[in-house]
Structure formats: structure tokens, C-alpha cells
């Protein structure tokens, strides 16, 4: 069936670091993928998304690109800040197979002043 | 986007009694979506709810222990009945929209004693 793999965290970095946060996935057919976070005490939100091959979805400086080739949808910002952390869970979505969101199991990113 | 409220957003209850969780769209949305959050952990999908129809459900979830209501296509209700201490978690309510991107409740915090 589909999954998302993220890399486990935590990720502890200092302010200004380059952050990646691996995200492999499992599906068939042509999945939508999708960035959501969690920041302390608030509901998940949605950060940015891709619906195709070679799309990049950013947002407030983060950035993915939908990667058919590997099935990856890196997370990536080139400098973080302390107000960055948060959980952040990627995520699929395909027509097949019923009609939901796959999560997944998120990653808590740290960042350090 | 959607706005999603939720009620109640904290409870503490007794084993054995049923508590119900209300969720309310300020839009007329087609898919709903009930899930529980452990805390530190990922989503879990309990039920899909469609108005008009009956509530589909994932493994490991049944309609006796978390009916669903669907009136109309601004609002749901999720039950959580006969509940035991495993139940403590964080239920969330949410909505998809086009594109598939989903928006969600600030959630409900439950605590069974």
C-alpha cells in the first residue's frame, strides 16, 4: 500500500543552518505530496505542496521538489530560524485506493539561538 | 481556506462514559476526516465521513466505539464511547479541499481517568 518515510528526528541546529529533512514515499499512480507543521501548542497547518513531476512547492522560505524519479520530497531551507521549530510531516494523497492523506510519522526540528 | 472549530478543546473523562466531539466548517466542504494524535506521534485515520453517507472506516477503528454524524455538509460529530484510558489523545477534525490540501480543527484533548 502507499507510505511516507520521513528521517527521524529530532534535528537539533543553530539558527541560520541549512536544514533537510529527508522524505521518501510508496504509491501508485501519480500522488499529490504535501509538507505540513506543527508548531508547539497549535494545529497541523499546511506549508507547501506539489501536485507533479519536477513541481517545487515553497513557503515562508522552505522549499520541495516532487522527485519522480527517486519518489522524494525533500524539505529544505536554506537558514533557519528559532521560530522554525516545530514538527513537520510530509505527506501523500492519491486518487486510489480510498480517497485519504497518508502521513508521515513527522519530524521534530529544534532550532537553537 | 476553510476555518474549522472544534468543541470541546479539552475534556477529562471517566472510564466507561462517552464523550462527543463536535466540528464545525465555515464553508460547505464534501470530505471530512476524523483522526487521533498520540502525543509526539503521527496521525492516525479513524474515519472518512461524507455527508449523506455512512462513515468509512479504517482498520482498527468500529462504528460501536466511534460512531459518526454527518447532518449536513458544514458540520460532524465524532463519539468516542465507552472509553478506557487508552483513548487519552488528541482528536482532530478536518476538512479537504481542492487540490487535495487539508485543513484542520485546533483539536480535542482528552483525557480518560
Known amino acids: 500500500g502507499d507510505s511516507v518515510t520521513q528521517m527521524e528526528g529530532p534535528v ?3 539558527e541560520e543552518a541549512f536544514l533537510t ?3 521518501t514515499y510508496t504509491a501508485t499512480g501519480y500522488p499529490s505530496l504535501f509538507w505540513y507543521v506543527q508548531y508547539p501548542g497549535e494545529g497541523l497547518q499546511l506549508l507547501l505542496k506539489a501536485t507533479k513531476a519536477d513541481d517545487k ?3 515562508k522560505g522552505f522549499e ?5 524519479e527517486t519518489t522524494s520530497f525533500h524539505l529544505e531551507k536554506g537558514s533557519v530560524q528559532v521560530s522554525d521549530s516545530a514538527v513537520y510531516f510530509c505527506a501523500l494523497r492519491t486518487g486510489t485506493g480510498g480517497f485519504k492523506t497518508i502521513f508521515g510519522a513527522g519530524t521534530r526540528l529544534f532550532v537553537k539561538a | 481556506s476553510a476555518v474549522i472549530s472544534q468543541k470541546p478543546s479539552r475534556d477529562i473523562c471517566q472510564r466507561g462514559t462517552s464523550l462527543t466531539i463536535q466540528c464545525q466548517v465555515d464553508s460547505q466542504v464534501t470530505m471530512m476526516f476524523w483522526y487521533r494524535q498520540q502525543p509526539g506521534q503521527s496521525l492516525t485515520l479513524i474515519a472518512t465521513a461524507n455527508q449523506g453517507s455512512e462513515a468509512t472506516y479504517e482498520s482498527g477503528f468500529v462504528i460501536d466505539k ?3 454524524s454527518r447532518p449536513n455538509l458544514t458540520f460532524s460529530t465524532l463519539t468516542v464511547s465507552n472509553m478506557s484510558p487508552e483513548d487519552s489523545s ?3 477534525c478536518s476538512v479537504e479541499e481542492q487540490g487535495y490540501e487539508q485543513y484542520f480543527g485546533p483539536g480535542t ?3 480518560v481517568t
Open chain 1, 64 to 68: 520541495a521538489t516532487y522527485r519522480k
Open chain 2, 66 to 68: 466511534f460512531p459518526i
Open chain 2, 109 to 111: 484533548r482528552l483525557t
Open chain 2, 90 to 92: 488528541i482528536y482532530l
Open chain 1, 12 to 14: 537539533t541546529l543553530s
Open chain 1, 21 to 23: 529533512i529527508n522524505c
Open chain 1, 57 to 59: 512547492g515553497s513557503n
